[in-house]
């Protein structure tokens, strides 16, 4: 691990340089410079993987005052190779994943880069076991909104939970997480992604290209025999026909936990907690320690 003297001078980011479409704004610069030292409460992180999110190419397709150039990406996973002070919790050599703070995407430090300095609460510690490139995927933005959403429904072993857009970044890491937690999932979808949300533990899927009214087929669902409504509705697109009819397919006091989207096509109300990052960090990790002990095998 490099000490502070040891950190090269420049590095290898992904620049987006100006507003617009990824493949006309974005370049790799090998001499960019490495970022300052860790102020009290941040730290360096020496990038490992990066996970690529749609968002990305949003927070760059539209022009940003005083940014004129932007290192793109905010899920990270990495090394940490200096701490500021005040950051108990860390030190160099451990292996943290996080996503960078908003505000310092907007000033145009994205994690797509060979260094990168956060504050110390934007990261958790790598749990073991979890490989590095799953970790960046994992626990960056799609994971924490997965956890906001869980921890709103208090959700039981058994219950049934409506998944809308389950095969949608969001969706496929709630489905694994619901699976995990015993969770009944019916998934909806189109046809073509039908199996692999099956594949990653949806005990049921509809089709919503193949129903006309489909709050009347999720009615006439939990009405046919054996079947009951639904403990809580997690919906990843954002339709608002959902709620409204839900009183035909959802228990009454049940939850609808939605991803509301605030402005254009790129963000959502769900990821917005004020709660540090790192404690959803550690719920996901509780979260997924679950799914490992329930897909242990039994003897
Ligand atoms: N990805 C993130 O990290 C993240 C974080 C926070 C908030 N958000 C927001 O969350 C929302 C979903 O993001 P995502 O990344 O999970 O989305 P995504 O990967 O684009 O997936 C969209 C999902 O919606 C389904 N879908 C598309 N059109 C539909 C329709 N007319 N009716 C019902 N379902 C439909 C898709 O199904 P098929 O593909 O099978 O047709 C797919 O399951 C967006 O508003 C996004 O801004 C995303």
Redesign the pocket.
Known sequence: MPTQAEVPWTMKAWIAFGAGHVTDVLGLKTDWPIPMPPKTGEIMVKVSHVAL???DAKMIAKPIPFRKSAIVGMDFVGEVTQVGSSTPDLRSGMIVAGTVPMINILRGIGSLAEYLVVPAHAVVEKPKGLEDRAAAGLL???GQ?SVVMLRSAGLQKGDKVLL????????CVLVQILNGMGVHVTG???S??EAIVRRLGAQEVVD??AHSDLYCHLSSLVKSIGSSPFDAIFD????DMLYYRSPGYLKAGGTIAL?K?LWG????S??TTGRPYSEEYLELTRAFSAIQQDLRPRK
């Open positions: 999110n749609p968002g960056g933005i799609v909104t809308n857009g389950a095969s949608g970044g969001v969706g909806v979808c189109s073509k992604n919503y290209t990843c697109v954002g339709d991803i989207v096509s790129s963000h959502s769900s990821s």
